[in-house]
């Protein structure tokens, strides 16, 4: 089904951003900010794929809050790790410019820890709801 290799491919993306980002700072010219917006695309690409699994349209953007509420209009109960995410929202683009452009404050690693946590968490919850499995004991 065109549907389930989609979802996958959505999923594939999603992993591949989050390796990225729990990759960590393996040299000086790592930046913190990079892993987090790393971090923010897995957890956006994993909500998406979860999305499209539901047969739910969703609009091109970067804001998790928002694609958080279209799954709740499905009925979708958003665990609470999963709702935090939203958090990971701010990384999606001023992230990825210097300051002279946005007005952001540089990440720390206690941020980005958190961020690939929430990231971690919402990659797995997507792949138990695809996957038709229960989540209960992860959160």
């Excluded at 923010?40 to 499209?52: C, S």
């Excluded at 935090?84 to 690693?109: G, H, I, M, R, W």
Aim: charge should be positive; include cysteine.
């Amino acid at each position: 089904m065109k549907n389930e290799r989609l979802i996958e491919e959505w999923l594939s993306y999603a992993a591949s951003d989050f390796a990225l980002a729990n990759k960590g700072k393996f040299s000086k010219e790592v930046r913190y900010d990079s892993l987090c917006y790393h971090a923010q695309q897995a957890a956006e690409k994993a909500i998406k794929a979860v999305l499209i699994f539901y047969r739910k349209p969703f609009p091109k953007t970067h804001n998790i809050g928002h694609l958080l509420k279209l799954l709740k209009e499905k009925g979708i109960v958003v665990p609470k790790i999963v709702e935090k995410s939203q958090l990971l929202t701010e990384y999606a683009v001023d992230s990825c410019y210097p300051d002279d452009f946005f007005e952001s404050e540089k990440v720390n690693k206690k941020e980005y820890e958190q961020a690939v946590k929430i990231a971690d968490k919402v990659l797995k919850w997507a792949k138990l709801v695809i996957r038709q499995k229960p989540f209960n004991k992860l959160f």
